[in-house]
T-cell receptor, first 113, second 114 residues
Framework: AQTVTQSQPEMSVQEAETVTLSCTYD???????LFWYKQPPSRQMILVIR??????QNATENRFSVNFQKAAKSFSLKISDSQLGDTAMYFC??????????FGAGTILRVKS | EAQVTQNPRYLITVTGKKLTVTCSQN?????MSWYRQDPGLGLRQIYY???????DKGDVPEGYKVSRKEKRNFPLILESPSPNQTSLYFC?????????????FGPGTRLTVT
């Protein structure tokens, strides 16, 4: 069974600085997708960024980028120029066949002014 | 507007009183799923459906039932709720083929069972 591990329960960063959230996963599949979701206090699940395992190039979305290391089964999220609105719970998630998402336990990120 | 809706958003109930949480999507998605979110555990899949009349268990199905009689609706039924089902519940939907695999989530339902 696939598992996703987020080893940082909580992190904090100063506004305008850069922070990296860690995620590792375990799977025997070769074709899969990885996601980072943001959950602000409103509890809504918001897709931040996604990565297809067959793509070697790391995905980027504005201030958000990933470092995808397929051999190491690592998928970290880098947030540049952190903003107060980035304060949220962040979930790393894995999906292979059948559309099932497997989530990590989450990392609470606090951006301080 | 493309969306997944859930009702109710908040519910406090007592042990053993049957309840249903509704989920509806307007994107013609084949796939629908229910997750529960608990502190320290992330989101875990309860049940899913690949299409109308096709449902299957996820990782934590005990104490729950689902049905998929129409493509747009996927209700979650708790026939005899217990306190360990107190949780935040999310419904999600997506296509099952092509490149449109992104799952769209509902706003969540906070359930408290006393």
């Amino acid at each position: 069974a696939q598992t996703v591990t987020q080893s940082q329960p909580e992190m904090s960063v100063q506004e305008a600085e850069t922070v990296t959230l860690s995620c590792t996963y375990d799977t025997s599949e070769s074709n899969y997708y990885l996601f980072w979701y943001k959950q602000p206090p409103s509890r809504q699940m918001i897709l931040v960024i996604r990565q297809e395992a067959y793509k070697q190039q790391n995905a980027t979305e504005n201030r958000f980028s990933v470092n995808f290391q397929k051999a190491a089964k690592s998928f970290s999220l880098k947030i540049s120029d952190s903003q107060l609105g980035d304060t949220a719970m962040y979930f790393c998630a894995f999906m292979s066949y059948g559309n099932k998402l497997v989530f990590g336990a989450g990392t609470i990120l606090r951006v301080k002014s | 507007e493309a969306q997944v809706t859930q009702n109710p958003r908040y519910l406090i109930t007592v042990t053993g009183k049957k309840l249903t949480v509704t989920c509806s999507q307007n994107m013609n998605h084949e796939y629908m799923s229910w997750y529960r979110q608990d502190p320290g555990l992330g989101l875990r899949q309860i049940y899913y459906s690949m299409n109308v009349e096709v449902t299957d268990k996820g990782d934590v199905p005990e104490g729950y039932k689902v049905s998929r009689k129409e493509k747009r609706n996927f209700p979650l039924i708790l026939e005899s709720p217990s306190p360990n089902q107190t949780s935040l519940y999310f419904c999600a939907s997506s296509f099952t083929s092509g490149n449109s695999y992104e799952q769209y989530f509902g706003p969540g339902t906070r359930l408290t069972v006393t």
